[in-house]
């Protein structure tokens, strides 16, 4: 199973980012999959989850702000990120989690910088 990060790179702030993820392995039906996020000097933290019935969960630093939604067809995450500010710049990481199997998967993340 491997999960594929796409769509980081430098933003000014205000401006906006779409990242995508994409999970590849037969035997992967995550039921949870989101998004975490490292700032330089920090530990990582979540950003946001949605289960496989579409219930989604934020942080409160990115609530209406960031909207994440998945296919589960596609085997595939995003994450909309608007309102891109300073504090948001981090590597972000996909992220999925199995219930039956007991396993969480990492992706190997994408930087998104925003500039002021």
């Known amino acids: 199973v491997q999960l594929q990060a796409y769509g980081g790179g430098t933003v000014q702030t205000g401006g906006s980012l779409r990242l995508s993820c994409v999970a590849s392995?037969?035997?992967?039906?995550?039921?949870?999959m989101g998004w975490y996020r490292q700032a330089p000097g920090k530990q990582r933290e979540l950003v946001a989850t949605?289960?496989?019935?579409?219930?989604?969960n934020y942080s409160d630093s990115v609530k209406g702000r960031f909207t994440i939604s998945r296919d589960n067809a596609k085997k595939t995450v995003d994450l909309q990120m608007n309102v891109l500010g300073p504090a948001d710049t981090a590597v972000y990481y996909c992220?999925?989690?199995?219930?039956?199997?007991?396993?969480?998967?990492w992706g190997k993340g994408t930087l998104v910088t925003v500039s002021s």
């Open positions: 949605i289960h496989a019935g579409d219930v989604t």
């Open positions: 992220w999925g989690y199995s219930v039956s199997k007991t396993m969480q998967y």
């Open positions: 392995g037969n035997n992967f039906s995550p039921d949870v």
